[in-house]
């Protein structure tokens, strides 16, 4: 396989004929950007109402007057331009209104959280039924299954052309291993630098001490302090996570080993790979809904 220097995002399979796009430049390249159908449907929809404001018969600002129409066409222009505006989804404005919508009652911008509240609402964001404690085997309301993991990956603009050339090779190769009936998810928080393997090493270095003086001591505890009440809190950084999100069980099991053999056997996907378990998993849904804070 050669490797591109760049990539294209195929569409998705579950676009229709309105997400098609199209050119609309002639051959010396004059026009427009291509544009989805249904972003030039909409254009003519603001047109044709325009031109019936402007001049349909018994219309209040045909009626208004040569300067009137004047203004109201620059204005209509403007909201036109402004609701056929697409973001990186392709998704215009004008399609975002029914969803502000039905945030503009109070409560649906609350979710109470208290213990003696409904879990109902907050349940609903979240989307997990249930964590099992041993296997860390996540179950969705959507009746799917997953697995939690902390990762590292190889990718970085420092590396060399053939180590780039190398992982997308490799990276191409693991995500054809993967099940149809599964996804993966990946989730970056920034929260406070990980101290747990500092602290199992001070905790053994302590152990394997064996001269014992009140300095000494007081030293291991001050160290101790830093990792835990400073560093493990005040710096922050980068962290990622990925979700295996599968349909059944059996897929979920087959996908699971596909994952941990690629982490085994190379470290071009993944430089490391940490299944989370139920505590882990309620720490990053922590981060990710409370935005770190002890609340």
């Known amino acids: ?26 051959k010396e390249g004059i026009g427009f950007k291509p544009l989805p159908v249904r972003v030039i449907l909409v ?3 603001f047109i044709l109402s325009l031109f ?5 018969e018994g219309s209040v600002i045909a009626a208004a007057g040569s300067f009137v129409q004047i203004i109201f066409g620059i204005a209509w222009f403007l909201f036109a331009v402004v ?10 404005r004008l399609e975002i209104i029914p969803h502000f919508m039905n945030y503009l009652p109070k409560a649906s911008r609350n979710v109470i959280t208290r213990s003696k509240s409904s879990p109902g609402a907050f349940h609903g964001i979240v989307g997990i039924d249930n964590v099992d404690e041993k296997s860390g085997v996540v179950t969705y309301t959507d009746g ?12 970085s603009v420092l590396l060399f052309p053939e180590d780039r050339d190398a992982i997308l090779l490799r990276v191409d190769d693991f995500y ?19 101290v747990v393997r500092q602290q199992a090493h001070l905790a053994a270095q302590y152990a394997a001490n064996t001269v014992k003086d009140p300095d000494i001591d007081k030293l291991y505890k001050e160290q101790f ?3 835990t009440n400073f560093v493990g809190k005040e710096f922050k950084s980068l962290h990622q996570y990925m979700i295996l999100k599968c349909d059944t069980r059996e897929a979920l099991s087959i996908s699971n080993n596909i994952i941990l053999g690629e982490y085994e056997n190379s470290n071009l996907v993944f430089k490391e790979c940490t299944p989370l378990y139920k505590d882990d998993i309620q720490s ?12």
Do not use: H
């Not at 609701?83 to 215009?92: L, P, S």
């Open 1 to 26: 396989m050669a490797v591109k220097e760049s990539y294209k995002i195929p569409a998705s399979l579950d676009e229709s004929y309105l997400n098609m796009e199209i050119n609309l430049k002639n």
């Open 43 to 45: 254009w003519l929809i």
């Open 52 to 56: 019936y404001l402007e001049f349909g």
């Open 83 to 92: 609701m056929t505006r697409t973001d990186g989804a392709r998704q215009m």
């Open 144 to 155: 799917t299954y997953g697995y939690w993991y902390a990762v590292v990956g190889s990718a």
């Open 176 to 194: 054809k291993k993967m099940q149809t009936d599964c996804e993966i998810i990946f989730i970056t928080v920034k929260e406070p630098q990980k």
């Open 225 to 227: 302090n830093v990792l």
């Open 284 to 295: 990053v849904l922590k981060t990710v809904y409370s935005e770190g804070s002890d609340d």
